[in-house]
């Protein structure tokens, strides 16, 4: 049983910076691929960024290039995603994706396990 536990969400004013974690169960998660999405309010989730299981491959949606940050600590079983220069539109529910193999995928659709998802709004 794979479980996905999301925390670093909340308020913050456009300009600042979050970092969210992904802390997983399980004993393979250096296995796998990692992905977070999120999700606006009427909108699908979209692909925010991904990083392989070695952490050597990351990629990112063009909206949060330069501003995030995806990185992973396999021995503490935690992904991360370093957010700064922050824009009223980030503002969206984050998930965090494991991937069925080591490689990214830019869809939700392969990605078969999820976490609950943590809030996070930008106040102009």
């Known amino acids: 049983q794979v479980q996905l536990v999301e925390s670093g969400g909340g308020l913050v004013q456009a300009g600042g910076s979050l970092r969210l974690s992904c802390a997983a169960s399980g004993r393979t998660f250096s296995s796998y691929a990692m992905g977070w999405f999120r999700q606006a309010p009427g909108k699908e989730r979209e692909f925010v960024a991904g990083?392989?299981?070695?952490?050597?491959?990351?990629n990112y949606a063009d909206p949060v290039k330069g501003r995030f940050t995806i990185s992973r600590d396999n021995a503490k079983k935690t992904v991360y995603l370093q957010m700064n220069s922050l824009k009223p539109e980030d503002t969206g529910v984050y998930y965090c994706?494991?991937?069925?193999?080591?490689?990214?995928?830019?869809?939700?659709?392969?990605?078969?396990?999820w976490g609950q998802g943590t809030q996070v709004t930008v106040s102009s």
């Open positions: 994706a494991r991937a069925p193999g080591g490689d990214i995928y830019f869809s939700p659709d392969p990605y078969d396990y």
């Open positions: 990083i392989s299981w070695n952490g050597r491959s990351t």
